[in-house]
Each structure stands twice: as C-alpha cells, then as structure tokens.
C-alpha cells in the first residue's frame, strides 16, 4: 500500500513538470563585449520569456496603428519613448521575433538600420512597418531593416515562424537617431527587461532554451515529490508490500 502512495505521491508532480516545461517559450539573450568579439557564451545577460496570443504574428502586430502604445490588456509590452524594443510572441503561426522602434509622440520621430542573422532554421517576414522598409534574403536567413518614422508614430517588424534548435544574432547595422535605449521584454511581468547595449555593429545572440529544460520551480517540485515518496518507503515495515 505504501509503495503504491510513493508512486500516487510522484504521479501528483509530474503533471506539474510537463505543464511547466511547455509553457512560453524561453530564449536565451547574450552580447559580444565589443562589435565582432564574438564572445557570447561569456556574456550572458539572462532569458526573457515570450509573449502569447491566439493571433498570427501579423494580427498581433498593433504599432502600425498611429498613436498606438502597446496596452497591457493585450498581453504586448508596452512602448518607451526613444526605446528600442525586442520581444517574441508564441502566436496562431508560431514564434516570431517583433522589434519595434519608439513610441508615439517622440516630436523628432527616429531612423534605424538593423541587421538579422539566423541560423538553424529559415523564416519570413512575417510583417514589416512600413511595407518596402525590410527585405528577406532568397534562403530566409537574413534580415535587413531600414527603418524610418515620424514623430507620430513607431516602426519595427516581426520575422517568424522560428522553430527547432535555432539561433538569432541582431545588430544595429551602420546608424540610428532618435533613439537612446535598447531593451529585450520578458512576459513574465511589466519589469522583465533586460538592458542591451545600443552599439553600432555590437551583436546580440538570441538562442531558444530546449523546451525539455524545466523552470526552478518545476525542479522543486519533483525534488520534493521524491523525498517523500523516499520518506513514505523508508516508513514502510519489512513483509508488507
């Protein structure tokens, strides 16, 4: 009987980690110390977690909009003036990379050139803001964005679907204005950014997490699910099955 509770005990947890290791996806962020060090494994600067919608990437892409912000009832980061803004979206047609530049209303609107390597996968544009402000290499592995705004709106784009064990590097590609930050958001709340440096040519590595990894919490779990099944075991009088 008490060998069956210690199994019972184990069966209760496990759900548990299934449940957190395919939650949102989870990807990785690094960044050269200087523009071609290539030195990413040395500076990782943390993991953000993707958005989800039941949109396509297109339809989720609001800040084509005028005046649009970003709204916090609609699960999309919201926007800081003369901020660059990368996130990704676990959308209808699967995850997609978004950047966008600025927030309505910067009164000298902005530019930015912008440089996608991808590697391990091939994607598309999945939306560009403008049309005509980004082109796709034949084979889907590189992106280049030349974007340009006025001061009531934003720019940026969505490359997706990215599936499979892949990897992204990003870089502004010659010259910016009307910028003076650049961050990557995180889901898992409001403050869940992390700080990139805004240097010409200076990479940032994007790399999925295997979904197989699980969170802290799910560790903990199953931690605890196997010491008790061990504490009910060891319990357990000799002779009795």
């Not at 523009?35 to 943390?46: M, V």
């Not at 609107?109 to 590697?119: T, V």
């Amino acid at each position: 009987m008490k060998k069956l509770l210690a199994l019972a005990a184990l069966t209760l947890f496990i759900p548990l980690f299934h449940a957190k290791a395919e939650a949102a996806t989870m990807i990785k962020v690094s960044q050269e110390s200087r523009a071609g060090a290539g030195d990413f494994n040395s500076n990782i600067l943390g993991y953000i977690k993707a958005f989800s919608t039941a949109k396509t990437a297109a339809e989720y892409y609001k800040y084509s909009s005028h005046y649009y912000g970003g709204l916090s009832n609609d699960a999309s980061p919201e926007l800081t003036a003369k901020q660059s803004h990368l996130f990704f979206v676990d959308a209808a047609d699967g995850l997609s990379l978004f950047t966008v530049h600025d927030k309505p209303g910067n009164v000298i609107g902005g530019a930015a050139k912008m440089r996608f390597d991808l590697l391990g996968d091939t994607a598309s544009l999945k939306m560009v803001d403008d049309p005509g402000e980004a082109i796709a290499s034949a084979d889907g592995t590189v992106f280049i964005a030349d974007h340009a705004w006025s001061p009531c709106c934003t720019d940026g784009l969505a490359i997706g679907s990215l599936d499979g064990n892949w990897e992204m590097k990003v870089q502004f590609n010659g010259w910016y204005r009307g910028l003076n930050g650049w961050k990557a958001y995180s889901s898992s709340s409001k403050s869940s950014t992390i700080s990139l440096a805004m240097q010409n040519y200076r990479r940032v590595q994007l790399n999925v997490v295997p979904a197989s990894i699980p969170e802290p919490s799910s560790i903990a779990s199953i931690a605890f699910a196997s010491f008790l099944a061990l504490a009910v075991l060891r319990r357990q009088p000799k002779g009795i099955l």
